[in-house]
């Protein structure tokens, strides 16, 4: 498969070939993607995926067995200090002490972040409407959702990396969320890396994916390049049909009796050839969503 | 401005943003020399990625939609662009092509059709004289 141009300086994150194995099970295999400087990287995937095993090598908990992670040029295992202080991270569940206050997030976060922008932080604690005397442990998951990523965004990282920040949250704070990561942006030159099995959101705030599927990346590069080079046909028989029909390119096929959805990977300009059919036309064609996109290639992908 | 997103119909979202606009141009709910938001704040407002509204922009600065003024920012284009009476062709197309298959399936011919829409605009008139 072809992968984006790693040009090393203005990629962010750089994995090569990274494979990795719990005991038996293969978790990822062969995986190469770029994050260049400046973009918002959605890594999508279904849940065992490998996005969560993926981000902890980025952040150097897990050292590459194969293959290399370089993040800003350096290894985060080797060089975690210059690596994690430019990082903001965001985890499906945030990790925070519980009886600490909202107020005194700062003095514990100013420990990790020499960067920390005290009035950034308190800007952003008032939008996100939390209560600065409140107790950590007993805010409620989208508050503490919030607070995660007051810590992952008030030093103003140079790559803020969110794991699965979305799940389970209300659209409310869904949206805040998603209003953070284009902030981060919008501002010069910063880079967001985020997973997600939300596809309506990555297709809304990415300009770069990368899809994940059983360890292995079965897509990656521009989100436009990516729905450009796919497209979606319903096809209309004269007779109703008792089995799919066979198409060359195809990746899927669903349908049933005389009307059959096409997906198509491949040039933009050539209706599907269809195998010894006359009698079929086309009566809808389009360009995919990514979520059509993903669920014929995790149909096909596993042989 | 008002402009609504929806991520899972398969429109390229820069596609949606220029279409929009330039609907609200056509139909007069942003008039020339009105002041469009900035890239940045559109992005936050519509939670899309910045660089697919600098493309919309762009493409609405191709076709003399909007202009860029030297630093200030873009704005609602004086004047009439062709463009845009193509484009009040356009919007009403889609609606005549939704009367004509109305009109279809209820087995009334083109002509009944023309004579209709001849009716309707006659007691409209007479409606607004009437006020």
Known sequence: MKLPSPSSAEAVVAITDLSRRFGPKTVLKDVSLYVPRGSVFGLVGENGAGKTTLIKHILGLLRAETGTVRVFGLDPVDDPVAVLGNVGYLSEQPDLPGWMRVEELGRYAQAFYPNWDKAYAEKLRAQFGLDPAQRLNTLSKGQTAKAGLLVAQAHRPKLLLLDEPSSGLDPMVRHDILEAVIRTVADEGRTVFFSSHLLEEIERVSDQIAMLHHGRIVLCGSLDEIKARHRRFTLHFKTAQLKPPVIAGALSISGAGKEWTVMCNGARAEPPSIAGEEDARIIEDRVPSLNEIFVAHAGTAVA | ?131
């Open chain 2, 1 to 131: 401005m008002q402009i609504r997103i929806a991520s899972d119909d398969g429109v390229p979202i820069y596609i949606q943003i220029v279409n929009q606009v330039k609907h609200l141009v056509a139909s007069g709910r942003l008039a020339p020399g009105d002041e469009m938001p900035s890239i940045r704040v559109l992005a936050e407002q519509l939670t899309v990625n910045p660089n697919t509204v600098a493309r919309a922009y762009l493409e609405l600065e191709h076709t003399g939609v909007v202009t860029k003024r030297n630093g200030t920012g873009t704005y609602v284009s004086e004047g009439r662009p062709a463009m845009l009476q193509r484009e009040k062709i356009r919007i009403l197309a889609s609606r005549a092509d939704a009367l004509l298959t109305e009109a279809r399936q209820l087995d009334v011919d083109l002509s009944e059709v023309v004579k209709l829409l001849r009716e309707r605009n006659a007691v409209m008139l007479e409606e607004e004289i009437g006020k």
